[in-house]
């Protein structure tokens, strides 16, 4: 039970790239958090899922030299879940649909994956760790920053948007 937890239901198993593939497992799994019980559930399921995966992958990893075996996926789920609240705040506040807001999605899990993958400034400082939390809370930054990118990127089409609509004759 350990195991499909932390590969979430199997994704960390794939390849290549089985961060990639974790993160891609995460956005259908979010849209139905979201559309079950809104964006609320979608914070709380991501926090929940930190929790629990500080607590599976100390015990998953307490008795190897890897702190971080590549098909625990837990973590890339969590990073991808708070990369996404932007999309599913949005949508909830506008009325709408979660898919309807697809490019967030596109930008959500392309930065999340960049952030996750490049290991910026705290993302890699939690990377170093080396330990259970390390290996969820870098996830979480790479998940932050992937936010920020989706909220300046929806302002800034926004914004594109309304001047594009108010230099219509």
């Given at each position: 039970?350990?195991?499909?937890?932390?590969?979430?239901?199997?994704?960390?198993?794939?390849?290549?790239?089985?961060?990639?593939w974790g993160s891609l497992?995460?956005?259908?799994?979010?849209?139905?958090?979201?559309?079950?019980?809104?964006?609320?559930?979608?914070?709380?399921?991501?926090?929940?899922?930190?929790?629990?995966?500080?607590?599976?992958?100390?015990?998953?990893?307490?008795?190897?030299?890897?702190?971080?075996?590549?098909?625990?996926?837990?973590d890339e789920v969590v990073?991808?879940?708070?990369?996404?609240?932007?999309?599913?705040?949005?949508?909830?506040?506008?009325?709408?649909?979660?898919?309807?807001?697809?490019?967030?999605?596109?930008?959500?899990?392309?930065?999340?994956?960049?952030?996750?993958?490049?290991?910026?400034?705290?993302?890699?400082?939690?990377?170093?760790?080396?330990?259970?939390?390390?290996?969820?809370?870098?996830?979480?930054?790479?998940?932050?920053?992937?936010?920020?990118?989706?909220?300046?990127?929806?302002?800034?089409?926004?914004?594109?948007?309304?001047?594009?609509?108010?230099?219509?004759p």
């Open positions: 039970m350990r195991r499909l937890v932390l590969s979430f239901f199997g994704a960390g198993y794939l390849r290549p790239a089985p961060g990639t497992a995460a956005l259908p799994a979010a849209w139905a958090i979201h559309t079950v019980a809104g964006p609320i559930a979608l914070i709380v399921g991501a926090a929940l899922l930190y929790v629990v995966g500080v607590w599976l992958t100390a015990q998953e990893t307490a008795s190897g030299d890897d702190h971080d075996p590549s098909w625990i996926v837990i990073g991808q879940w708070i990369a996404l609240l932007p999309v599913s705040l949005g949508a909830y506040s506008a009325g709408v649909e979660m898919h309807r807001l697809w490019p967030g999605f596109v930008v959500a899990f392309v930065f999340f994956r960049l952030f996750d993958v490049w290991k910026p400034w705290l993302v890699g400082q939690a990377d170093r760790r080396g330990d259970a939390t390390g290996v969820m809370l870098d996830d979480v930054w790479a998940g932050l920053f992937a936010a920020i990118v989706v909220v300046l990127s929806a302002a800034l089409a926004h914004a594109g948007f309304i001047a594009g609509v108010a230099n219509q």
